[in-house]
């Protein structure tokens, strides 16, 4: 995985993806995560998330490939006073020493090859009991032409069935198909085809 591309894209002024966090991620991590809980998101871009969720009194640390999306992390959690720990990382190749209470993902979007690393890797680094919120566009996001982002490619998308085969069953707490209309920046606008997880590690 190279970073470049992203560099490029994180390196215009704007905020790529906006600045608010995304409506899932708001709606659900008061609902399931404890005050105060260590929280990593994973491909974490511009900060929007990890620097809402720093807002809301979580410990976060925001990892990501592209230096320019976390040098934009720093600015946001400083413009809003907070404090958001940033870790420049492969997430395919990541190894860590250190374990969290939670996990969020958004439209974090890996080749087929390259998913169950990250599938790996969220089971490494969270804690028993602990939580993954994540979104991710489904196939018709393309198949049915929607035009409100993502990659091009259908298979570099999240299924249901795919994310039932790499976390347990009894530890999905929600697990849908969504049609949400996003508005997160230039990058994101518009109807959209998603899939929503809520899982807890159960030991």
Do not use: C
């Not at 993902?105 to 994540?134: S, V």
């Not at 949400?180 to 085809?193: D, Y």
């Amino acid at each position: 995985m190279r970073p470049e591309r992203w560099n490029q894209r994180f390196a215009e002024p704007t905020f790529l993806y906006g600045t608010e966090p995304n409506a899932f991620v708001a709606e659900v991590a008061p609902r399931y995560l404890r005050p105060g809980a260590e929280i990593v998101e994973l491909g974490a871009g511009e900060g929007r998330n990890a620097v809402w969720l720093a807002r809301q009194g979580f410990r976060v640390t925001a990892v990501d490939y592209a230096k320019a999306g976390l040098e934009k992390t720093r600015r946001l959690a400083a413009q809003q006073d907070v404090v958001v720990e940033t870790i420049q990382a492969d997430v395919t190749r990541w190894q860590p020493d250190r374990t969290w209470d939670a996990v969020v993902i958004t439209f974090l979007h890996l080749p087929p090859e390259a998913r169950p690393a990250l599938y790996a890797l969220i089971h490494r680094i969270l804690r028993p009991g602990g939580h993954l919120i994540a979104e991710w566009f489904r196939p018709e996001q393309r198949t049915e032409g929607y035009t409100s982002g993502g990659p091009p490619d259908p298979s570099w998308m999240v299924t249901a069935d795919e994310l039932r085969r790499h976390f347990e069953p009894e530890g999905i707490l929600l697990l849908e198909n969504a049609t949400p209309e996003l508005n997160e920046g230039p990058g994101h606008r518009g109807p959209a085809a998603t899939v929503r997880l809520v899982w807890q590690r159960r030991g």
